[in-house]
């Protein structure tokens, strides 16, 4: 059935839903909820492409759309690519696709084959398969688990869903964090490092996923993140690093379809998150890649041995599929710098870069070690020497200068100054309950209290912690600072820390029998 | 903040969404795709229970709603219990229910305790876990599985989500089907008998979940069956038996909001189809139950041994939470009697009560063999001789007398003649394409042309078949019908039917070397 357009400017983040009249939807058997597949109309009477599925809304009894008429959400609107020209569309019924019985026979314990995975992921970046169907995917992987062989299908199909970039002439590096430790702008402190090195380091970054601020977030702080390809490529032409949103461009879009699902569910299996990261590299045409993995309670890896096991089956994935990984397990105890938070973090990393003398110093040592690694396999530095290299790029000011370059090409005020990034307005000094050595952080708090402060959502929201592990505090003391955007999330955000302190003050004795 | 209210009048299936002005989602800090939950605004100031919960459209430069209103979807409006006079709810952001941390441990392998169960049931019932989140419960007992205890509470938990309803002084009895054998109207034919004898038999039943037609669709042909608990109660005072759609009533609604996830995944895991059979009958104060089990392929029992795992489970379960109940394996090698589809059952069920003698043998025998059970449960019979006992109630035409009792205490027109009930009107006749006995029916084809044809929401869609295994037919005679209510519809499923013909004709030889 042809049906005339009428947009809605409604917009639902994950779903695609379409409103008809009820007898129109009664005429083309579709009930609430079903789906259907929407076509552009030619002159010619052929279809273009596949069309798109969307759940469908039926309308009961109001005048939203007239009989004949499709109301869209502007996701279809987006993803139907409707000229402006167009004020028709045909629609059909959709059943459910092939697709699903893959997902059905994984959840049944079965590995899947290379066109089985295919399907699937094309299926998930396509939108035929239901937010519902997805979710079924995420959970029979986290259970069930994937094989070696699986997670190279996985990861070559989501290179696949979308644009695969490549640098003729160039090895191109790049940088990765399976996250977890809060306050970790390592990021903006590396890239400017390789830069000012020489190296080719085009770095997408997400935004957070599930912490208080994601590399993107940060970064966007200090310049514009998301460009088209387009302008991507000239950029990089130019500079030859950036730090950039890997969502505005077509880059492994079956990833983003995935984190879709996944972010509400809170969960991110082992083979996916694997996959997940190296798609996005090799659709950037990474050869060359340092991967940060924190270990500690908090993050996806409570011990070393965890992480080390990860480790060793990134490696070899990366192999397979033409990347050659170092990867560095990383302390998780407690924050990198001080500061969590989008504008806090992107503050601190550049205060770093103008005064690295001032510190924070888990913050230079972990960004130059890592660094290193790439200096390293670029040939830069002999093994072992990288660090030292890298901190020589940062103390020389030459890092400095890179992320002055870097953030005027992609737009922003190169002389922006610490002081200029403006956080809050709403500030809750906390204060030591006692006095003593800080004995402990809890990462999981400080994420919590960044998050109900605002983040991500508020750049200017997040939180200070002042002395960190091993320091010795007076009762009274201020030892963490909260910043809010909202007078009554600041207040929330108070409450939550005052039961949840995140630093643990003790006295040397652990415990008197 | 507080909220003017706007009804849409837009129904969406399954979600549940509230529209918002973009600045107005801004300064509650919610995004597209979050959760909030609404609250009725009182006079004194106080909220009146726990709010429910919704995921919010943004709506984006659009004049959809103004800053200060709300839109709400139908759903919405009704799971809030507007009365007429409200115009005003209060909105909070919602995060993330702490029954979600115990999918999450259920999905890691961890069994559940009472209070866990609980929440995750009270949550799917008041559809504070959204959709992708009550998949990932699904598939996760799907696939880690579910102990004794487990389904004990579930079965409780499930139970209590709804109004349960005693009948003092009543033995409670009932019969249910596990389903997947296309045609099975053995309810249209065991309630009244049961009446007949005398027993209490408030008999409720869903609409179709996966297959072309349900006990309540079928049913519905011949009178409503959606009445309120004080419609209900004064019937089934009068008549002590009646068919139902369990859907109308407030029972159990914990089962219906996991049905309608399970049903679009297609999945129904081994714990909770027997917790989601046996809270219905508790809720409805059953106390001795008949359990049909169709076994054989299509069915959710390949073999009498995984029927037979199940009974034995199934029985442990119901004795555990107060049920006697007595399983029957049956065949489901091909459709009992031969009409699929709403109406033409529902024909066929008036006709066998009317005049047994003209069969069709398998509904009568098999109809008789699950109400024998229940007859011999209430003594009205001694072992062994229930089904004679229940043959003999159709045979002297007092189950039809108790049929037509009912019909009228539902509703219905009580003098309604199998010829009286409308089908097709679009209708095509299938030749066999050669000569020789039936050897094999395909029930999945039937229940897949049935369902192409329109089945279930067009109830006078569905598949009539006319010569069943043994039978020997000739090149072009018809040995098969196909009725829709739509043209396009009768060609798709015509077309279907060529591709996948669901009785196979062969000669006696089977093989030749």
Redo the contacts between chains.
């Keep these: 059935m042809n049906f005339k357009i009428k947009r809605?400017?409604?917009?639902?983040?994950?779903?695609s839903?379409v409103?008809l009249d009820d007898d129109d939807a009664f005429a083309l058997?579709a009930?609430?909820?079903?789906r259907v597949r929407l076509f552009h109309i030619k002159k010619d009477g052929e279809h273009v492409g596949e069309g798109i599925v969307a759940?469908v809304?039926?309308?009961?009894?109001?005048g939203?759309v007239e009989r004949g008429e499709v109301g869209l959400y502007?996701e279809v609107a987006e993803r139907l690519k409707l000229e402006s020209g167009e004020k028709e569309v045909e629609i059909q019924l959709y059943s459910?696709p092939r697709s699903?019985d893959y997902i059905?026979k994984k959840?049944q314990?079965h590995e899947l084959n290379t066109l089985e995975i295919q399907e699937v992921i094309t299926d998930c970046t396509k939108g035929t398969l239901?937010?519902?169907?997805?979710?079924?995917f995420?959970?029979?992987l986290?259970?069930?688990g994937t094989t070696d062989d699986e997670v190279v299908k996985l990861t070559d199909a989501m290179t696949n869903s979308g644009e695969v970039f490549s640098f003729p002439g160039e090895t191109v590096y790049d940088k990765h964090s399976t996250g977890g430790v809060p306050g970790n702008k390592v990021t903006e402190i590396i890239v400017p490092i390789c830069k000012a090195a020489g190296l080719f380091i085009p770095k997408t970054s997400t935004r957070a996923i599930t912490s208080p601020s994601g590399t993107a977030d940060v970064f966007e702080v200090l310049a514009p993140v998301a460009f088209s390809k387009k302008r991507l490529l000239e950029i990089l032409k130019k500079e030859r690093a950036g730090i950039f949103w890997g969502g505005a461009i077509d880059s492994a879009p079956a990833d983003n379809a995935l984190i879709n699902?996944e972010k509400?569910?809170?969960?991110d299996p082992f083979g996916l998150m694997i996959a997940s990261i190296i798609c996005k590299k090799k659709s950037l045409g990474v050869t060359k890649l340092v991967l940060d993995i924190p270990c500690g309670k908090g993050t996806k890896f409570p011990t070393v041995e965890d992480g080390k096991k990860y480790a060793f089956r990134f490696k070899e994935i990366a192999k397979r599929v033409g990347i050659e990984a170092v990867c560095l397990l990383t302390s998780a105890s407690q924050p990198i710098g001080h500061a969590v938070g989008p504008a806090l973090e992107a503050r601190e990393a550049l205060q770093l870069l103008i005064d690295p003398s001032g510190g924070p110093s888990s913050l230079l040592n972990k960004s130059c070690e890592l660094a290193g690694v790439l200096l390293e396999m670029a040939g830069k530095a002999p093994e072992g020497k990288g660090k030292d290299l890298a901190i020589e790029y940062v103390r020389s000011g030459e890092a400095y200068e890179a992320m002055r370059a870097i953030i005027k090409a992609q737009g922003g005020n190169p002389d922006i100054q610490p002081a200029d990034i403006e956080v809050g307005p709403h500030v809750a000094d906390m204060r030591a309950v006692a006095e003593g050595h800080i004995t402990n952080v809890d990462n999981s708090a400080i994420n919590r209290i960044a998050k109900i402060a605002?983040c991500p959502?508020?750049k200017k929201s997040g939180t200070y912690i002042h002395q960190k592990i091993g320091a010795q505090v007076k009762k009274g003391e201020v030892v963490f600072t909260i910043y809010s955007d909202?007078k009554k999330?600041l207040e929330e955000a108070v409450e939550y820390y005052n039961q949840h302190l995140p630093q643990k003050i003790g006295g040397m004795t652990l415990d008197r029998i």
């Design positions: 809605l400017g409604l917009t639902t983040g994950q779903l839903v409103i058997g009930k609430p909820g079903d759940s809304d039926v309308v009961i009894g109001s939203f502007e459910k699903f059905k959840i314990g239901l937010p519902i169907e997805m979710a079924a995420i959970v029979a986290e259970i069930n699902i509400p569910l809170n969960l605002g959502a508020a909202s999330r």
